[in-house]
């Protein structure tokens, strides 16, 4: 598989599986079931993704991982239900499961049984291409989607936004470049996630984030991911503001999870209080 090519087969693959999924559960029961779910008060989240991610000192969105087009099969051992709850164990404030199936080995049932099992935010982390996706999401018990910049026009970025709010949801809005963060922006984020890894080379560059953090405007949430390994790597980002982090592959290695986020925090809580207006 040539690496320019893997990001475009992913998103044709993702196609592909709502073309799939439309032919047992159709576009219209899918929507009446998040909307549904919506009006049901019982389902609320006790907090959003995004407050979650608004407490004071960096906030760690810790991910549910079995593989990676980069890295291949990460960990043979993957009781994902464990591993989220280890992780809300940890402190983490929010937890990314992947669901895409064909190269990081994710399933939807991993995002259903986590968000039962924990009690703070699960992101879905997806190859957005459909709205269909943001519904199903929903009814999967997800309190945020992962829209990427680089497969969606501003137009489709804004309407996704809105239809996550909508569905009670927030949407984190990932960019690698200059050009998407002003994408971002201005498609109505408030919550962008600077990728340090190219998503079509899958070259990994942890500057990326420092780069690229005075493009975001202070009252949106800024979040680094991939490429974090250390607690240096955590200084740095606070350094530069940095509101949260994504990390996977170095904890998903660990068998040991939460000694790991320990260590990248720096030996202290992973936990923390709300941040004030002006660190927003």
């Known amino acids: 598989m040539e690496t320019e090519n893997i990001l475009d087969q992913i998103t044709?693959?993702?196609?592909?599986r709502v073309r799939k999924k439309k032919e047992f559960v159709s576009p219209q029961e899918i929507k009446m079931r998040a909307e549904a779910i919506c009006q049901d008060t019982l389902k609320k989240p006790k907090i959003t993704f995004r407050e979650a991610l608004m407490?004071?000192?960096?906030?760690?969105?810790?991910?549910?991982?079995?593989?990676?087009?980069?890295?291949?099969?990460?960990?043979?051992?993957?009781?994902?239900?464990?591993?989220?709850?280890?992780?809300e164990a940890a402190g983490a404030a929010a937890i990314s499961c992947l669901t895409e199936p064909f190269y990081f080995m994710g399933d939807d049932r991993y995002l259903a049984e986590i968000s039962e099992a924990v009690d703070i935010p699960v992101?879905?982390?997806?190859?957005?291409?459909?709205?269909?996706?943001?519904?199903?999401?929903?009814?999967?018990?997800?309190?945020?989607?992962?829209?990427?910049?680089s497969i969606l026009t501003e137009e489709k970025l804004s309407e996704?936004?809105?239809?996550?709010?909508?569905?009670?949801?927030?949407?984190?809005?990932?960019?690698?470049?200059?050009?998407?963060v002003k994408k971002a922006v201005n498609a109505?984020?408030?919550?962008?996630?600077?990728?340090?890894?190219?998503?079509?080379?899958?070259?990994?560059?942890?500057?990326?984030?420092?780069?690229?953090?005075?493009?975001?405007?202070?009252?949106?949430?800024?979040?680094?991911?991939?490429?974090?390994?250390?607690?240096?790597?955590?200084?740095?980002?606070?350094?530069n503001n940095v509101d949260a982090v994504l990390i996977g592959e170095i904890l998903m290695r660990s068998s040991d999870k939460k000694a790991?986020?320990?260590?990248?925090?720096?030996?202290?809580?992973?936990?923390?209080k709300a941040k004030t207006a002006a660190e927003r």
Not at 160 to 180: C, F, K, P, T, W
Not at 216 to 227: D, H, K, L, M
Request: glycine share 8%; charged share 30%; with cysteine.
């Open 12 to 16: 044709a693959k993702a196609r592909g």
């Open 260 to 272: 790991a986020l320990k260590e990248l925090s720096g030996g202290l809580d992973a936990g923390g």
């Open 123 to 149: 992101l879905r982390k997806d190859f957005v291409v459909s709205d269909y996706m943001i519904y199903e999401a929903k009814t999967l018990g997800a309190s945020a989607v992962l829209l990427i910049c």
């Open 55 to 87: 407490k004071e000192g960096m906030s760690y969105i810790c991910e549910v991982k079995k593989a990676s087009p980069s890295k291949g099969i990460i960990t043979d051992d993957f009781p994902y239900l464990d591993i989220a709850m280890e992780y």
């Open 160 to 180: 996704y936004i809105r239809l996550s709010q909508n569905l009670g949801m927030d949407a984190l809005v990932e960019a690698h470049d200059e050009a998407e």
């Open 188 to 239: 109505g984020a408030n919550i962008i996630g600077i990728n340090n890894r190219d998503l079509r080379s899958f070259r990994v560059d942890m500057e990326n984030s420092v780069k690229l953090r005075s493009l975001v405007p202070e009252n949106i949430i800024f979040v680094s991911e991939s490429g974090i390994r250390s607690n240096d790597d955590i200084r740095k980002l606070r350094h």
